[in-house]
């Protein structure tokens, strides 16, 4: 009885950090990822590309991409598809799209774009590493990452840098150097950002004092 309660406990914690996360992850992608084209990997960098080319928002786009993969996850994985990634996906799926209606921009917030890149790094890996920390993810190319590790001996994690990488290089193609470069920058800095903060969030201290 008691161990039901801390479980249940436990699971309405995990849904509450999830939202809470996804909120931090949904407001770095808006706010400071698509208005300045910054196109580090993953479906939101990918969404910012496509905007360049299709006549569609990138909320939109990535609401599209995150939805169409979430399916797949389905389609592949069946019941033991993670609720709590469909759960996460779904509000930085949507997220986006309702802050288009809600908060339209049309340019960045600042004129100070490295400060924006710093906001564009941070919230975003924040909220991956309290997902990964919790046994979660948000979804969209970690599904791809699934997936590739389910059917095949593909090096997931070079698999998706290199998609990462290619999506960068999108990015200096379809915009300019610039954003290229912020958007590389990006790239290298988030998985730094992500491990740090995962570290720091398990961190114990403790001390050993030796007397007589």
Known sequence: MIHRIYKHKQQIYEY???????????????????PNHFSFGGVSGLSIVLSELLPQTPGY???????????????????NF?????YITLLV??????????QPMDGPLTN???????????????????????????GGTDIVAMILKKYTKVDIGT????SDVFIVISACLVFNVETGLFSLVGLL???L????????????KYFTIICN
């Not at 786009?61 to 019941?79: A, Y």
């Not at 993670?82 to 469909?86: E, M, P, Q, S």
């Not at 100070?112 to 948000?138: D, R």
């Not at 698999?159 to 290199?162: E, I, N, Q, R, V």
């Open 16 to 34: 509450i950090m999830f939202t809470i996360a996804s909120i931090v992850m949904v407001i770095g992608i808006y706010f400071f990822k698509f």
């Open 61 to 79: 786009i990535n609401l599209v991409i995150n939805i169409v993969l979430l399916i797949l996850g389905f389609v592949v994985f069946g019941k």
């Open 82 to 86: 993670g609720v709590k990634t469909t």
């Open 93 to 102: 799926s949507f997220g986006p799209s309702i802050l288009e209606h809600i």
């Open 112 to 138: 100070q774009p490295v400060l924006e890149l710093m906001f564009a790094i941070a919230l975003p890996a924040f909220a991956s590493a309290v997902f990964f920390n919790l046994g979660a993810s948000s």
């Open 159 to 162: 698999a998706l840098f290199m």
């Open 189 to 191: 800095a988030k998985s």
């Open 193 to 204: 950002v992500v491990d740090e903060t995962i570290e720091n969030i398990n961190l114990a």
